[in-house]
């Protein structure tokens, strides 16, 4: 894998992953039930820092990964990065639109983006359900993400159910 000059984590903890996005699904609730549309700035600010360092200089990843995520280790499962990274990276694409809409005085478009922004952070937080993740696997499918990028994505998203049903065993023919 590439790993990125700042330090994005590679395994990254899902229990750390679902509760950033729960905390995400949260303040962005808040922003549209209040017209609080400023906190579209510290939404904003946390996905790019995650996007860029992991968990490191964002206070909503610092919280997941160093008070809640331990406190529920029994439940921890490692999982590949770059998919978590591209997912933070499209999180921060929806947020910085939306705060953009929201500085150029349309605060209908900051909402629905931020509405936009609650369903895969939901799917995320409730599920497991990585939407970013999934895309993510698509595009290295289809060839636009190399391999090189995430061989453990690649180990798993090449193999085939085998015959016999069990984990790991490759089909033949």
């Known amino acids: 894998m590439i790993r990125n000059p700042i330090g994005f984590p590679n395994p990254v903890n899902e229990v750390a992953a679902r509760t950033v996005a729960a905390g995400v699904v949260v303040m962005a609730a808040v922003a549209i039930s209040t017209r609080q549309l400023w906190l579209t700035i510290p939404i904003a600010y946390g996905f790019v820092a995650r ?4 968990p490191r200089l964002s206070p909503l990843g610092f919280v997941a990964t160093r008070f ?20 933070q990276a499209m999180g921060a694409t929806f947020a910085l639109g939306a705060l953009v809409a929201w500085l150029v005085g349309s605060g209908i478009a900051c909402i629905i983006v931020l509405a936009i922004l609650i369903i895969p952070a939901t799917l995320e ?9 999934r895309i993510f696997g698509v595009l290295m499918r289809v060839g636009i993400i190399p391999a090189s990028i995430c061989v453990e994505c690649e180990d798993v998203w090449s193999r085939r159910a085998s015959p016999s049903g069990r984990p790991g065993e490759l089909a033949t023919g």
């Not at 996007?51 to 992991?54: A, R």
């Not at 809640?68 to 280790?73: F, K």
């Not at 937080?125 to 993740?133: E, T, W």
Request: proline content about 12%; some cysteine.
């Open 51 to 54: 996007t860029l360092t992991g």
């Open 68 to 87: 809640v995520a331990p406190r529920l280790g029994r439940w921890a499962k490692p999982v590949p990065g770059a998919p978590k990274r591209f997912a």
């Open 125 to 133: 937080a409730a599920l497991a359900y990585c939407v970013g993740c």
